[in-house]
């Protein structure tokens, strides 16, 4: 079973920056593949970033398309922890997110589709004030 505990998340002001952070347990990270997604009442879950394992002690992540520039997704092998690093935040980001994770998927590539995921940790706002 793996748990998946979110934190990291606040209230900054537009420009600003948070690191996210989702801490594995019950499996070893380079058996996961995880991702982030954000959601905000009433819309559809979004899928933000991923990263798969590519080799031991190797990750490959991307953010979406239109977050690249400004969201990172980082992997740390021996701490088990995946972080998301967004830099230069837009009210537009304002959301509830999570980090959700797949053992043994054996993707080539990270993914950004729930549907794809199964373990979900807990949420953890995101505020972001013009």
């Known amino acids: 079973q793996v748990q998946l505990v979110v934190s990291g998340g606040g209230s900054v002001q537009t420009g600003g920056s948070l690191r996210l952070s989702c801490a594995v347990s019950g499996y070893t990270l380079s058996s996961l593949s995880v991702g982030w997604f954000r959601q905000v009442p009433g819309n559809e879950r979004e899928g933000v970033a991923a990263?798969?394992?590519?080799?031991?002690?190797?990750?490959?992540?991307f953010a979406a398309d239109s977050l690249k520039d400004r969201f990172t997704v980082l992997a740390n092998d021996a701490a088990n922890v995946v972080y998301l690093q967004m830099n230069n935040l837009k009210p537009e980001d304002t959301a509830m997110y999570s980090c959700?994770?797949?053992?043994?998927?054996?993707?080539?590539?990270?993914?950004?589709?729930?549907?794809?995921?199964?373990?979900w940790g807990q949420g953890t706002q995101v505020t972001v004030s013009s």
């Open positions: 959700a994770a797949v053992p043994g998927s054996g993707w080539s590539r990270p993914r950004l589709s729930a549907s794809d995921y199964v373990y």
């Open positions: 990263v798969v394992p590519v080799r031991p002690g190797s990750y490959s992540g």
